[in-house]
T-cell receptor, first 110, second 110 residues
Framework: GQNIDQPTEMTATEGAIVQINCTYQ??????LFWYQQHAGEAPTFLSYNVLDGLEEKGRFSSFLSRSKGYSYLLLKELQMKDSASYLC???????????FGTGTLLAVQP | SQTIHQWPATLVQPVGSPLSLECTVEGTSNPNLYWYRQAAGRGLQLLFY??????ISSEVPQNLSASRPQDRQFILSSKKLLLSDSGFYLC?????????FGPGTRLTVT
């Protein structure tokens, strides 16, 4: 079956670093995506990993290990505006169909 | 640049009434198009996807249907809404790999 797991909630402090983990089991794999979703808004694309390793984009980095079915999103120098849900999604292979996890709600505290 | 539009932004409909949500994409040709639903506190569920005009694939059995009458137009419909149809409906398009979401329609069925 298709399964994506991520923690439901996390709390971190402004200025700190937080790592949000995602594990997946899917029948196919064409890449893993991270999206940010603020309350009441649509998800916005953050990162894409298709090969093993770390992809860095400013304060955000994403890591992938295909053999372990594991990814994480690393947020550095946290800001209050980073409080949002972070969605992990896997492209199962056909027609760019994404399978989404339920998301991790991150609360950044002063 | 590409833009995706959805309307209406919010909708309150009684049980048993019909539904029509529209999504249009600008700035790209022959995109893959998707309809997702996000129930309160839940992840995104893929409802329909389309790789071209008149080509619709359904992911889950339900009382909803989708149509793609033009290359950049995607419509979600129902003949009779159920209470369980309440949620946040998101349209998305993809060109290469990542998906980009429209602003969404928040539907409340009363």
């Amino acid at each position: 079956g298709q399964n994506i797991d991520q923690p439901t909630e996390m709390t971190a402090t402004e200025g700190a670093i937080v790592q949000i983990n995602c594990t997946y089991q899917t029948s196919g794999f064409n890449g893993l995506f991270w999206y940010q979703q603020h309350a009441g808004e649509a998800p916005t694309f953050l990162s894409y990993n298709v090969l093993d390793g770390l992809e860095e984009k400013g304060r955000f980095s994403s890591f992938l290990s295909r053999s372990k079915g594991y990814s994480y999103l690393l947020l550095k120098e946290l800001q209050m505006k980073d409080s949002a849900s972070y969605l992990c999604a896997v492209d199962g292979g056909a027609t760019n169909k994404l399978i989404f996890g339920t998301g991790t709600l991150l609360a950044v505290q002063p | 640049s590409q833009t995706i539009h959805q309307w209406p932004a919010t909708l309150v409909q009684p049980v048993g009434s019909p539904l029509s949500l529209e999504c249009t994409v600008e700035g790209t040709s022959n995109p893959n198009l998707y309809w997702y639903r996000q129930a309160a506190g839940r992840g995104l569920q893929l409802l329909f996807y389309s790789v071209g005009i008149g080509q619709i694939s359904s992911e889950v059995p339900q009382n909803l249907s989708a149509s793609r009458p033009q290359d950049r137009q995607f419509i979600l419909s129902s003949k009779k809404l159920l209470l369980s149809d309440s949620g946040f409906y998101l349209c998305a398009w993809s060109g290469s790999y990542e998906q980009y979401f429209g602003p969404g329609t928040r539907l409340t069925v009363t």
